[in-house]
């Protein structure tokens, strides 16, 4: 478990999860236009009843009271007085998560500890709970890890990897470099082919807490809790793109795709990031039988720039599903430009050559594809599949 010192990013200093910001955050909602994001949440409110009781961020990070008189009997014990609080901080966390087992589901500070387990972001809040506890201050930095991808069935989701911050209090910031004296820097499960993306502010992380439990519900089809929660997450990060997105995909799979296009519509509108916001509207043009809207996003979304290979590669499936194989297969090499390690697009373009009727390129791909398995179960699969095309 590597502990370093801050790279070379300026941080954003989080303050402490207090009631008043938290009052604050809660009253924030999308106001690109305010009467216009207003009836479009009504409307969509309106399908999914009432919502479900919600933890506040302060409950988040509540320990119960035998997790705090075990963390505050370490942190102040006389041996470690001459030790920097934020490091004990930092060496407590090392020491509770040692045979922790990484699954991918979120859980509150309380519940990660009880059941050892968790995702990095569970991870993350765990150490801000001690850190509050402490009067130590934390920041968050969003990471972009490889591999990215993980797959449900019809959905698939890019792992955001979360890297939190704990500051030393006496540090002197500087914009052109950090080091340890500045703080400690703790990252969870890394690949060490992780990327620096973007320092987050403490409303963002909060946000993602809410995004995670709903993208969870979205896999089981639990579309009441799935809105909900996404619908919660805009309080503390208005206009983000993966909020409305989930809600209108939920919305759309609720029955309602005209209000799911309200919401994609105001989303493009307003969100920074909108390739998939783009490329799922996309999708329900097509399956509308909008034909000539849905080739206007295409023409779009072509000439667009996007730095993520998880985007791309949601365009070749939305593609290969929709059965124009040559433009799957230029999205998945869009992908594989970005992500040469990623099997799965070399796969998909195996199949979408196999389609086509290109045999002796369908097999080259999907030798690519057995060359960048990193699981054998995978490398098992395609071999198999190999071996049926060549036969």
Known sequence: MPFSGIGN?????????????????????PRGNDNLAGKI???????FGIAPAMPTPLEIHTLDEDQQTNF?????????????????????????????????DTFTASDTLQSNSGNCLSLAIVTTAFAQLAGVETAYQLMDAEPVFEFHGTTVEKGVHVRTLLLNPNRV????????EHGIRIDFFPTYRERFVRNMLNEEYVAMYFRNIANEALRRNDL???????????????????????????????????????????AIEYASEKLTLLKNFRLLLATSGRHEEAELIDQRLRRMEDPSPFNWFQLARSSFEDGDY???IGY????????????????????????????????????????????LRDRKYYKAKLGALQD
């Open 326 to 328: 040559e433009r799957a």
């Open 332 to 375: 998945y090499r869009r992908a594989l430009t970005l992500a040469p390690y990623l099997h799965e697009a070399h796969l998909g373009i195996a199949h979408s050559y196999a389609e086509l009727g290109y045999r002796d390129e369908s097999v080259q791909s999907l030798v690519a594809a057995i060359d960048n398995a990193g699981r």
């Open 9 to 29: 990013a300026r941080l954003t200093t989080i303050l402490l999860l207090v009631a008043a910001s938290l009052l604050a955050a809660c009253q924030a909602l």
């Open 72 to 104: 505050l009997q370490y942190f102040h014990d006389p041996a470690r007085a001459a030790v920097p609080e934020y490091q004990r901080v930092a060496d407590y966390v090392y020491i509770q998560i040692r045979n922790f087992g990484y699954q991918t």
């Open 41 to 47: 949440l009504s409307d969509s409110d309106a399908l």
């Open 224 to 266: 009441h809790t799935a809105y909900w929660y996404a619908r919660e997450s805009l309080h503390y990060h208005p206009h983000s793109a993966d909020a409305l997105n989930t809600m209108a995909i939920v919305t759309r799979r609720a029955g309602h795709p005209l209000v799911a296009e309200s919401i994609y519509l105001y």
């Open 173 to 180: 910031e500087s914009p052109l470099n950090f080091s340890e």
